[in-house]
């Protein structure tokens, strides 16, 4: 299992090398000179070129990637282009509010997906099923961003249930945290608690009509039972890997609803990164949302031989 | 939806890059009948005898603020840097004059008041300007302010992101601890309005004596003003409390203040309309909706939409052309099409209320009349097929303006051919390689109207790309640069104004405004004609 782990993670570096190497490239064929930017309101020839000069813009290319490489192994993403902020304190900054939403989102998924998925898998065709197909297709058609704005307007506005955004640190106030990213939570989940329902539905209905299942209720054990002890956690594997896919779909949907809800995270910081050119932030949102996906996945993986001991085995 | 994002982020950044200055410049915008708050003018204070008058703050009698509130603002974006030097859009000031306070106040009418500099007067000769400094000013880390502090913030200044507005600037001598002396190598009637803005911003000495103290002043200011900063959180929060020992004792009303960044109108409107605000900046857009609930605040800005021409182009440099093309545009109907009603049309680049507004230019001098334009153009050789490349930021505002534009002018035989291009590549594309024969856009405010006719005018700044001029045009803008007194100096502005729009320079089609909607328990709160909020003697109630 450790070694595992180990292979794993040591992949991760030429994927992170590769990564980088692109964003680098795509942010530097994408037109947009940073010191026209920062040179602002009263900019003249004279200072647009000081401040090139400055940034380094005018090295050329492989000299300028070079000092981006050298940084990520020295552990110092850099400094962004328009400030003193380094790119780690950007990142440590915006990171916890991107995984307060994305997680919060990933708990919906699972404590809705789970018990919709084997309501409807367990009693395929009845009204339940049917209502909540419906639902489903509901779900997958409606953009997160538009059923965020219905919840600020439902819920925020005229019910007053909940706030309609900002952020509140989980160490400031943890119920005030917990208040204010429900309605993003819950709209950026429904995708996925969508995705898990459909999911577990279709492998519900394919592990229960297995002989080891038949056999089950052979010898008389509850339907409870079997659903849960035995169906379940079969037909869970593939489930798995859906929710685990959900952490690279949520971190990247979060990006529209962090601005539907006023909140800072690495969506947003992303976005101004991009609008300002500003590469090193860029290249730190990257790789960072490259690291996290890939831990995400390692940890589907590991789910896996937890789950199945043939995968464990092997 | 992620359009819709974008387009409140990048609406700074082109600002920032085309030289434009206010916040809400495209969006916020008020029409003449719908204007809430009129603003009075003056003339600007140039004189140590009109500068005397400095008061400090009174609160209006009325609602009683809760001197031990907090107050809860909200803005599209924070300041680019916590460094004066480095300050490089004009968005900066109604964050950073929480924490800042500079040389020059304005009133509401964009007219000039004491603010670090008690007064100030320029040479007879008007080789240089010499302020006469607030005593027993500190800055938030305990250091005096006085005549040193002004020259090493200046100087830096002018070395850095305020390089084109302190041009005049040659040399800064410290005459006594409280008086400075600017000596000026070119005409400098403008640079009491520039001490007005980020120019004339004071930062503590100390913060600026080493490397280090430097990259710190970037992300936590040491100012001298009425606030000091608790927490800062780039791009997302910054909580200030008020500083005990600022001049001004009944500037700070509140005794703190929460300033959230949030990019999004709607997230701005949704913070106010659950609580969590006392004050937004909001969009025209938003603005009928908002006053059903809220006090809405907006009046006219600096802030103006127009379309630049690049005058070196075929055809742009005839003056009858200019003209013509100015005759192809409906302004009212700008107004109501792409700005809710709200702004005020215009063919000058003053708003009225402004000193720098000239009356004799007549509201009607380029009335919409296509049929006469397109006999103008005829006359003037311009082919029958005439088309016109014209750079747009791609931002659904300006698109639907240009669009409207578009349209208007096709009634007189002129294609415009839009190209819409990133808002950050506006400002490389029109100015810097001087691509696209016009330009549709905003123009933000300047801290003195000589800086808007050196910008688009002269030769030398990026801000004109075809680098035309007109000898007349240029002796009136000198003449607008020149020391005077608030008379002359409104006389000569007016009249380079007044050749501006005779010469039909660009096609000016409306000034903007700044709205902003407030809870009812905000006390305080006035219409700047700058454009920039300004928060001195602004509280809560209990």
Redesign the interface.
């Known amino acids: 299992m450790v070694k595992l782990i180990v292979r794993r993670l040591l992949l991760t570096i030429p994927l992170l090398f590769v990564v980088s190497l692109i964003v680098f490239g795509l942010a530097k064929l994408v037109?947009?000179?940073p010191a026209?930017?920062?040179?602002?309101?009263?900019?003249?020839?004279?200072?647009?070129e000081e401040i090139r000069e400055k940034l380094g813009e005018n090295d050329p290319a492989i000299v300028q990637y070079g000092h981006l490489v050298k940084g990520v192994f020295t552990g110092d993403l850099g400094t962004s282009l328009?400030?003193?902020?380094k790119v780690t304190k950007?990142l440590t900054?915006a990171l916890p509010v991107t995984l307060s939403l994305a997680g919060l989102a990933l708990f919906f998924v699972v404590l809705l997906g789970i018990p919709f998925g084997l309501i409807a898998g367990s009693r395929p065709g009845s009204l339940v099923d049917r209502a909540l197909t419906v639902v489903a297709a509901l779900g997958v058609a409606a953009?997160g961003?538009?059923i965020g704005?219905i919840l600020?307007i439902v819920f925020?506005?005229n019910l007053?249930w909940f706030?309609?955004?900002?952020y509140v640190g989980i160490t400031d106030n943890p119920w005030q945290w917990f208040m204010h990213l429900v309605l993003p939570a819950f709209a950026l989940s429904l995708a996925g608690v969508v995705d898990v329902t459909r999911q577990l539905r279709g492998s519900m209905r394919d592990t229960l009509q297995q002989d080891y299942v038949r056999t089950a209720r052979a010898k008389g054990l509850s339907e409870g039972l079997v659903i849960m002890k035995h169906a379940f956690k079969n037909a869970a594997i593939p489930v798995v890997t859906v929710i685990g896919l959900q952490v690279n779909t949520l971190i990247g949907g979060a990006?529209?609803l962090e601005?539907?809800?006023?909140l800072?995270g690495l969506g947003?910081?992303a976005?101004?990164a991009v609008?300002?050119?500003d590469l090193p932030i860029i290249q730190g949102v990257v790789l960072l949302s490259v690291l996290v996906v890939t831990v995400s996945n390692l940890l589907v993986d590991l789910t896996y031989g937890w789950l199945n001991p043939k995968v464990r085995a092997q | 939806?992620?359009r819709g994002?974008?387009v409140l982020?990048?609406v700074s950044?082109l600002?920032?890059?085309c030289?434009?200055?206010d916040s809400n410049s495209a969006d916020d915008t008020t029409s003449d009948t719908k204007v809430a708050q009129q603003v009075t003018t003056a003339a600007p204070v140039t004189t140590a005898a009109a500068a005397a008058s400095a008061a400090p703050t009174t609160v209006a009698a009325g609602p009683v603020i809760d001197t031990n509130g907090t107050l809860r603002f909200s803005y599209q974006v924070g300041p680019?840097?916590w460094d004066p030097a480095?300050?490089?859009?004009?968005f900066d000031t109604p964050t950073a004059f929480f924490a800042y306070d500079r040389l020059v106040h304005l009133t509401p009418g964009a007219d000039l008041k004491p603010g670090l500099a008690e007064s100030w007067e320029f040479a007879a000769d008007g080789s240089s300007l010499t302020l006469k400094l607030r005593k027993g000013v500190k800055f938030h880390d305990g250091t005096d302010f006085d005549a040193a502090a002004v020259k090493a913030n200046l100087e830096r200044n002018k070395a850095g992101?305020?390089?084109?507005?302190l041009a005049p600037v040659s040399t800064i001598d410290v005459v006594d601890p409280l008086t400075v002396k600017l000596n000026l190598g070119s005409p400098g009637g403008s640079i009491p309005g520039v001490l007005s803005d980020r120019p004339g911003t004071m930062a503590s000495p100390k913060s600026f004596a080493d490397e280090a103290t430097t990259?710190?002043l970037?992300?936590m200011p040491v100012g001298a003003g009425m606030y000091k900063v608790k927490e800062y959180?780039?791009?997302?929060k910054i909580v200030l409390e008020r500083f005990a020992d600022y001049w001004d004792k009944g500037a700070a009303a509140a005794a703190n203040v929460t300033i959230?960044?949030?990019?999004?109108n709607?997230?701005?409107a949704?913070?106010l309309?659950?609580g969590?605000l006392d004050i937004a900046n909001i969009e025209a857009s938003q603005i009928d909706e908002l006053k059903k609930t809220f006090t809405v605040t907006e009046g006219l800005s600096l802030s103006l939409m127009h379309m630049q021409l690049n005058r070196s182009k075929p055809f742009l440099d005839k003056l009858e052309v200019r003209q013509a093309l100015n005759m192809l545009v409906d302004r009212p109907a700008l107004v109501k099409l792409a700005n809710f009603g709200y702004g005020a049309p215009t063919n000058q680049y003053f708003p009225k209320g402004y000193w720098g507004y000239n009356p004799a230019i007549p509201a009607d001098q380029y009335p919409y009349n296509p049929e006469k334009a397109k006999e103008m153009l005829k006359a003037a050789g311009v082919p029958a097929d005439w088309s016109l490349d014209v750079v747009v930021p791609n931002l659904t505002y300006y698109l639907t303006l240009a669009q409207a534009v578009k349209d208007q002018m096709a009634a007189g035989g002129v294609n415009l051919v839009l190209r819409p291009v990133?808002?950050?590549?506006t400002?490389?594309i029109f100015y810097?390689q001087s691509s696209g024969d016009a330009l549709i856009s905003v123009f933000?405010g300047r801290a003195d109207p000589a800086q808007l006719l050196n910008s688009l005018f002269t030769s030398?700044?990026?801000q004109n790309p075809g680098k035309h001029t007109l000898p007349k045009l240029t002796e009136l803008i000198t003449a607008a640069n020149a020391p005077g007194d608030a008379k002359t100096r409104a006389a000569a502005v007016q009249a380079a104004s007044k050749e501006v729009t005779d010469q039909a320079m660009n096609v000016v089609f409306l000034h903007s405004s700044a709205s902003f909607a407030a809870t009812p328990k905000l006390v305080g709160f006035k219409a700047f004609l700058s454009g920039k909020p300004e928060f001195q003697g602004v509280g809560v109630t209990k």
């Open positions: 037109p947009g000179d026209v930017t920062i040179a602002g309101d009263s900019a003249t020839i004279e200072r647009i328009f400030s003193e902020q950007s900054t953009p961003y538009w704005i600020i925020g506005l007053k706030p309609t955004g900002l990006i529209a601005f539907v809800f006023g800072s947003a910081l976005v101004r609008q300002n050119r | 939806m992620r994002l974008i982020g990048a950044l600002v920032a890059s030289g434009g200055s680019t840097s480095r300050m490089s859009s004009s992101a305020s390089k084109g507005e990259k710190a970037d992300l959180v780039k791009d997302q959230l960044i949030l990019t999004d709607n997230a701005r949704n913070a309309k659950s969590e990133d808002p950050v590549q400002a490389p810097v933000g030398g700044p990026i």
